[in-house]
C-alpha cells in the first residue's frame, strides 16, 4: 500500500503540502493549482487511500463514522423521507454510524465547501446530482468514499436503475393490455434520466408500429396540479387515445382526479399507468389504486449506505456499480383496451 512519502516524493513537494491538499485545506493555505494537480496525479498513479481515521474526522477514541448526504433542495425535497426510510434499517443496527444531511440547490454542488475540504466526515453519498453537478464530480479527487445515488459515474460507486427499460416496462405492460393509441404526459427533462425515460417507452411504440405522435405528447409539472391540467389538455383535444402514460406519480394522481371529474371510467374508458417515483402509499390507497413501475428508492438508498460504510472500511473509494431491478405494480388503474 503506498505511504503519504511516496506521494510526496512523486510529487516533488513536502509531505506537509500532501497532508494540506489531500485534507482540502489548499486554498486556505494559498497552495497553487499546479502543485494541487501534482500531488493528486501522484495519488492516483499510486493508488494512495489516506487513512481516515489519522485525518482526525471525529472524535478521538469516540468511533464514531460520519456520512453525509448531499440532497438537492429543489422538487424532490418531499422525497427524501423515503430516502431517510431506506437507510433506517442500517443506520438502527450501527449506533455508530452518525448521519449528516446537507441540502444543495440544483447546479451548485461545487459551491459546498464541506464537500470540497471533506473534514467534516468520513464519507458521502450524494442525491439527485444535475448534468452541471456530474461534471463537477467527474473533475474531482476527493480523499474520502463518495457514492452516488441515481446517477452514473466513470470514476465513482453508484447505485440506480436502468432508466430506458423502465420506460420500456410500461411499454410492454400497456402493448400488453391492447393500448396501441396511448398520450404522454411528461415533465420538462431537467436531467438525463428523465429523457431517457421517455425514450425507452417511445422507441418501444415505434419498434411495435405503433409511433406516439407529438400532438399525443403534453409537457406539464410533475405535481398533482400538473397531471390534472395535462389531462384536460389531451381530453379537450379529442385525442384518439386508451391509456395515459404520465413520468411520475404525482401527474398519474392528477390525472385520476381530472378522469373522474369529466366522468370517464378508470379503467373502462381510459387506463392510467406511471413512474412510481412518489410516495407507494399514495399509488396504492387512490381510488382507483395507481399502476406503476416502481422506482425502488428505498432499497437503493440502503444499498448507497452499505456501499459508503464498505469503502470506509477499506480506507478508499472505488467504482462499484449497481442496478437495482424496478418492480412493476399493476393495479386497477390498468385494464384492457376499450373496444371502439
Wanted: proline share 5%; glycine share 8%; aromatic share 8%.
Amino acid at each position: 500500500m503506498a505511504t503519504i512519502r511516496e506521494v510526496a516524493a512523486l510529487a516533488g513537494v513536502s509531505l506537509s503540502t500532501v497532508s494540506i491538499v489531500i485534507n482540502g485545506q489548499a486554498a486556505e493555505r494559498k497552495i497553487t493549482d499546479a502543485t494541487c494537480k501534482k500531488v493528486w496525479d501522484a495519488v492516483e498513479q499510486l493508488g494512495y487511500h489516506p487513512n481516515i481515521a489519522a485525518r482526525k474526522l471525529r472524535v478521538p477514541d469516540s468511533g464514531t463514522l460520519t456520512i453525509a448526504l448531499y440532497w438537492s433542495n429543489d422538487f424532490r425535497t418531499a422525497l427524501l423521507g423515503r430516502f431517510l426510510q431506506g437507510m433506517q434499517r442500517e443506520l438502527s443496527a450501527r449506533p455508530d454510524i452518525e448521519l449528516v444531511v446537507v441540502t444543495y440547490p440544483s447546479g451548485g454542488l461545487s459551491r459546498q465547501s464541506s464537500l470540497k475540504e471533506g473534514r467534516r466526515f468520513h464519507g458521502a453519498i450524494i442525491a439527485n446530482a444535475s448534468e452541471e453537478d456530474l461534471a463537477f464530480l467527474e473533475e474531482q479527487k476527493f480523499p474520502f468514499p463518495v457514492v452516488l445515488y441515481n446517477r452514473e459515474s466513470r470514476y465513482y460507486s453508484f447505485v440506480t436503475v436502468d432508466e430506458r427499460k423502465m420506460g420500456r416496462l410500461a411499454a410492454e405492460k400497456l402493448l400488453s393490455f391492447g393500448h396501441r393509441n396511448i398520450c404522454v404526459l411528461s415533465s420538462p427533462h431537467r436531467f438525463p434520466y428523465m429523457r431517457e425515460r421517455d425514450e425507452g417507452l417511445l422507441s418501444a411504440y415505434q419498434a411495435a408500429g405503433y409511433p406516439v405522435y407529438e400532438s399525443r405528447i403534453i409537457e406539464t409539472e410533475s405535481s398533482l396540479a400538473g397531471g390534472a391540467a395535462a389531462c384536460g389538455r389531451i381530453l379537450d383535444a379529442m385525442e384518439p387515445c386508451t391509456a395515459l402514460y404520465c413520468s411520475s406519480d404525482a401527474i398519474g394522481l392528477g390525472a385520476l382526479r381530472t378522469l373522474y371529474d369529466r366522468g370517464l371510467k378508470v379503467p373502462e374508458q381510459m387506463s392510467v399507468l406511471s413512474i412510481g417515483n412518489g410516495e407507494p402509499a399514495y399509488a396504492a390507497y387512490s381510488v382507483p389504486a395507481l399502476s406503476n413501475i416502481y422506482l425502488p428508492m428505498e432499497a437503493m438508498a440502503e444499498r448507497c449506505l452499505q456501499l459508503a460504510l464498505k469503502q470506509i472500511a477499506a480506507h478508499g473509494g472505488g467504482n462499484e456499480q449497481i442496478y437495482l431491478d424496478t418492480p412493476v405494480y399493476l393495479r386497477e388503474s390498468l385494464g384492457p383496451a376499450p373496444v371502439r
